[in-house]
């Protein structure tokens, strides 16, 4: 059995897969606007053509669920790719360096604790199905420290932006110093 790819590069220029639908920044420096977007994983080749950015990020082992919230997520969650979820979002995320500084402990304390980020992600599910990537493992030079993404279909687009409003409510997204909220569709 070969192993799925963890590493994931987002290109954004004029052709892919999805269509751009809206590029709103929330927080930060803007990101060049851009029609399409195309999901491209380990061993597919990129063109450059046409290509206005690309940021990469590579799936990891978890941080922050303990054993109890893992095996709730596991049996509500779906997975990407459903025929029905033709919506998508990237939401490209960085993270202030005084995050960064803080313990693991306290991290997970404003994580959960005090945002509650997985009680407030749970209640999207499964509706919104997702997958994190992470950019500091990849380098320090990557322009975010997240790279989020979602699919879902059109009929829930009203519970994905009370997610995200519900998200950005929270203590945790004091530490967000850029946010760039792209919505998408197959094209
Ligand atoms: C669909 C509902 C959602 C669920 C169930 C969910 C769940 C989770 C979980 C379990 C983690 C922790 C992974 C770990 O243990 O390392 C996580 C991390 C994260 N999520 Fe969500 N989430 C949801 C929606 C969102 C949305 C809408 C955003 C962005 C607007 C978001 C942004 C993030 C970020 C940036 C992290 C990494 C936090 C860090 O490591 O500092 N999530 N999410």
Not at 8 to 16: D, E, N, Q, T
Not at 91 to 100: A, D
Request: hydrophobic letters at 40%.
């Amino acid at each position: 059995m070969t192993n799925p790819s963890r590493l994931f590069l987002f290109a954004g220029g004029s052709h892919g897969k999805w269509q751009v639908q809206s590029m709103n920044t929330i927080t930060g420096a803007p990101l060049p606007i851009i029609t399409h977007l195309h999901v491209y994983s380990e061993g597919e080749s990129v063109p450059e053509k046409d290509l206005l950015w690309t940021l990469r990020g590579i799936t990891s082992n978890e941080r922050y669920v303990n054993q109890e919230e893992k095996k709730e997520l596991i049996a509500k969650q779906e997975g990407l790719g459903r025929p029905h979820a033709v919506q998508g979002a990237l939401i490209p995320i960085r993270k202030k360096p005084e995050w960064w500084a803080l313990t693991q402990e306290k991290r997970r304390e404003i994580f959960e604790e005090s945002s509650k980020h997985i009680q407030i992600g749970m209640k999207a599910l499964p509706a919104i199905a997702r997958r994190l990537h992470h950019c500091r493992d990849l380098s320090s030079f990557e322009p975010f420290d997240f790279l989020t993404w979602f699919e879902f279909a059109p009929e829930e687009t009203a519970t994905f932006d009370q997610l995200v409003a519900d998200l950005r409510a929270t203590p945790e997204w004091d530490y967000v110093d850029r946010e760039i909220d792209i919505r998408l569709v197959l094209s």
